[in-house]
């Protein structure tokens, strides 16, 4: 009945208002359930020559159809409900006293690469190849600062859904992750996948994510048009040099003056020769 109860994903986005920007606003993606094919446990058991009480098969039989108890697969990396070690090492299995909470029993990473101010989204797959019910939550790592940099910790950067879900046996889930930065840079956070019962013997699982906003040349277009305008220009300048150019080289010598005799008549003549008088042509 519990497992009925919880055969869909909690989808509650939750995020750290304290940290959240005003006008900072995201859009969180709803976590992507698909149920697995029982032929699934067939090709993707951990160990078939071993059999357990729990699972109903004897050792050496191959038909292990699943891993009893809990088993969660992130982003590929199994992790079981390691009873028998944790009996052997004296742990608790319920991640008690004597654990080892110190210690990561898997890890994986979540990259995003996008621009500044853009919203970026990646999944991890969570698959539950086991045959319980596991819950799970997330809790904040602190980062190593040996250094005591400042931290920006007001700043939110990464988005998900931080409450408690379930994942069903044979269920897979595509669990969305969501980046935006306003300003560019490499940032990291680590988050540990808390999960009930405890897996990998009580150690830590831990998902690194890693986002990358790259800077936007906001000033290329108005730069891309100056440069256009600039060569326009020096093509029109260079155009009037070589006309100027040819032109001056095409111009002629000014015509000589004709002298004026060639060109006054007869009576002219007769009245600069002659001042006051007056002649008459008999022609």
């Known amino acids: ?47 078939e020559s071993a059999g357990t009480a729990e699972s109903g098969e004897k050792p050496g039989s191959g038909k292990m159809r699943y891993v009893a108890g809990p088993g969660l697969r992130v982003a590929g990396v199994p992790c079981v409900y390691q009873r028998a070690a944790a009996a052997a090492e ?17 890890s994986c990473r979540v990259v995003f690469e996008g621009d500044e101010g853009q919203q970026v989204t990646s999944w991890l797959e969570l698959i539950n190849f086991g045959s319980t019910v596991v819950r799970f939550h997330w809790n904040r790592q602190q980062r190593y ?22 994942i069903l046996p044979r269920q897979k889930v595509l669990f969305p992750f969501v980046f935006k930065s306003d300003n560019p840079g490499i940032f990291t956070e680590n988050w540990q ?4 019962p405890r897996l990998c013997g009580g150690a830590k699982i831990v998902v690194a994510l890693r986002g990358i906003a ?26 009037q040099n070589i006309l100027f150019n040819i032109l001056d080289a095409l111009n002629t010598p000014r015509r000589p003056a004709s002298p004026l005799e060639a060109f006054i008549t007869e009576e002219q003549k007769f009245e600069k020769l002659n001042p006051g008088l007056a002649g008459v042509n008999e022609k």
């Open 145 to 166: 600062n040996p250094f005591n940099k400042p931290v920006d910790i007001q700043q939110q950067r990464f988005y998900f859904n931080t409450g408690s879900s379930v």
């Open 90 to 106: 004296g742990v608790s299995p319920a991640g008690g006293e004597g654990t080892k909470e110190e210690e990561v029993g898997a």
């Open 1 to 47: 009945a519990a497992a009925a109860a919880a055969a869909s994903v909690d989808t509650t986005h939750v995020t750290d208002k304290s940290r959240l920007q005003s006008g900072n606003v995201v859009t969180l993606e709803t976590p992507r359930t698909e149920l697995l094919p029982e032929e699934y446990y067939e090709q993707h058991h951990l160990d």
């Open 214 to 239: 790259l800077e936007v040349d906001r000033y290329k277009p108005i730069r891309d048009h100056i440069h256009e305008t600039l060569e326009a220009r020096k093509a029109e300048s260079i155009s």
């Open 193 to 196: 996948l808390e999960t009930e």
